[in-house]
């Protein structure tokens, strides 16, 4: 073999070995773009686009209390709604069952005032409106739950165990895209139980006093449920609650 001819093997090896450098470098390159425009996408997703994620949190002790001269009950209980979507969600109304463990009775209550109960039956009420939390925001506030109907019969009439189950009524969108209608989760009901600890008609009706329910205790000394989704689904979207609060 001439130098000549050893010069161009060299040659032609070269390239080999250049072409196929070049063809392992493109696989990698074209592996980390997909890799970054993937996550570019769920980032984008995250940030703009991931529907309303709704969460309640209710805390470990509320209030039952009275209205209305004593005729209408009610209960006070502190709030924390947080979205961790990026869109905003928008609450239309938050409806409570209450349910008597002793004597089995229900009653339905719905979101009517904010603020914890005033003793003084004159102090000005700030009526509950629509809520509408931005994507990774929060809010927090005392809901006060009136009636829905009748005031009578009550559901409490002496101190006991009570179960309730917390829904909200979230607003849909009007045209609903891809991601609305592919992601949108209904929020699903809470369950927790409190006890109300002792029971005066005079300290409810004449003094408007606010008794505080902790939570359930169970027999082994550990806290009843709290917080739980119940297994029946949140309720339809709705224009607006029926019925009115009592003044007091």
Avoid: C
Avoid at 39 to 45: G, K, N, P, Q, R
Avoid at 158 to 164: Q, S, T
Wanted: aromatic fraction near 10%; charged fraction near 20%; hydrophobic fraction near 40%.
């Amino acid at each position: 073999m001439t130098t000549t001819d050893r010069a161009v093997q060299r040659d032609e090896q070269s390239r080999a070995n250049f072409t196929a450098a070049m063809g392992y470098g493109g696989w990698q390159a074209t592996i980390l773009s997909a890799f970054a425009l993937a996550l570019s996408a769920y980032s984008l997703y995250e940030t703009s686009f991931k529907t309303a994620e709704i969460e309640v949190f209710i805390p470990p002790v509320i209030q039952y209390a009275r209205d209305g001269g004593g005729d209408t009950e009610l209960f006070s209980i502190p709030i924390t709604v947080t979205n961790s979507g990026a869109r905003t969600g928008t609450i239309l109304s938050l409806q409570l069952t209450a349910e008597n463990l002793k004597t089995n009775q229900k009653k339905q209550f719905y979101s009517a005032f904010l603020g914890e109960h005033q003793v003084n039956a004159d102090a000005p009420n700030r009526s509950f409106a629509p809520l509408s939390i931005a994507g990774r925001e929060t809010f927090s506030d005392t809901i006060r739950f009136y009636p829905d109907g009748d005031v009578f019969p009550k559901v409490i009439d002496d101190a006991g165990d009570v179960r309730f189950t917390l829904n909200l009524v979230t607003a849909q969108a009007r045209r609903p895209d891809f991601i609305d209608k592919l992601f949108t989760n209904a929020v699903e009901p809470v369950v927790f139980e409190r006890t109300l600890p002792w029971y005066s008609d005079q300290m409810l009706s004449m003094r408007r006093q606010a008794i505080s329910m902790p939570e359930r205790k169970r027999a082994d000394g550990q806290s009843g449920a709290a917080a739980t989704p119940a297994s029946e689904p949140a309720p339809a979207v709705q224009d607006a609650v029926d019925g009115a609060a009592p003044s007091p």
